[in-house]
């Protein structure tokens, strides 16, 4: 474990922030920093925004991280060459959190958007061979319904929930009569024609979310795709961070007042009427007055 301040930290990536708020006094056993007023879990994009926006109404934060790194999802890779991301890779010009994020950090925004408009188109290989849009399309093994069997497999799902949603108003997504859309990718995806063996080839060999089509609501997708139109009708730039996507966190790490503590897997948090604790993996455990705040970057 590492226990890191505004001037000394690990670079650490974590999963969607939650923070658990203090009023009462910890009890002697507990493992914290003295007068803490919120403790936020994970450093990842939203947790390392979490933890800025509470320092800025005033509160003392310690922010937990279970990796060596912040990040969350955005993950470059500094020691190879050309430094490739491994996560997050650009942000459309609209994006006006991720702007003002760069902004706040002191890190150049690029556009990268021509490697995109320029690249050769991309390759499809399955068990060893390659395939064009023409041998896809006519390939007997393709697993597709007959009207999709000439789209790649990335095309397939961003294409039908862009066809499908039944969001007139994607801003509206949260509303209880959106409710009955909360289905499940794979759900969504049997109701149009899809098998088995098709849901796996366009979605579950690479998930863009979720481990699978079965812990992927179909209705984040469709907000998701709402979002996503909404960026390119405010311009078709994309950009990136200068020298690599990370570089983002680490200077958003950079102005955090409390301290940010790596190497801190949080396995479990129990909230009880008065306070919650958050057990580690090390053995150690926080304890806060019960206050929760689910965190996503979006």
Partial sequence: MMQLSRRSFALGLGAAGIAVSAGAKPKPKVVAPAMLDTIVIGAGMSGLNTALLLEAEGQKVALLEGRSRVGGRVH???????????????????????????????????????????????????????????????????????????????????????????????????????AVHDISLHAFLKQHGLSDAAIRLVNDTAPAYGNSAWDVSALMLQWNDGFVKGQIAAGTRQLAVKGGNANLPIGMAKLLKGDLITGKRVVGVDSGDAHATVYCADGSTMQRAVWFVRCRWA
């Fill in 76 to 178: 470059t890779l500094f020691d190879q060459p050309g430094t490739p991301e491994m996560g997050f890779n650009t942000m459309g010009e609209g994006y006006g959190r991720g702007i003002d994020a760069a902004q706040r950090a002191g890190v150049e925004l690029i556009e990268v958007g021509a490697r995109f408009r320029k690249a050769p188109p991309q390759a499809f290989f399955l068990n060893g061979r390659n395939f064009t849009r023409e041998t896809w399309t006519a390939f007997e093994g393709n697993p597709l319904p007959a009207p999709l069997k000439a789209m790649m497999p990335w095309e397939v799902v961003p294409r039908l929930v862009a066809q499908h949603t039944p969001l007139a108003d994607w801003t509206q997504w949260h509303l209880p009569e959106s």
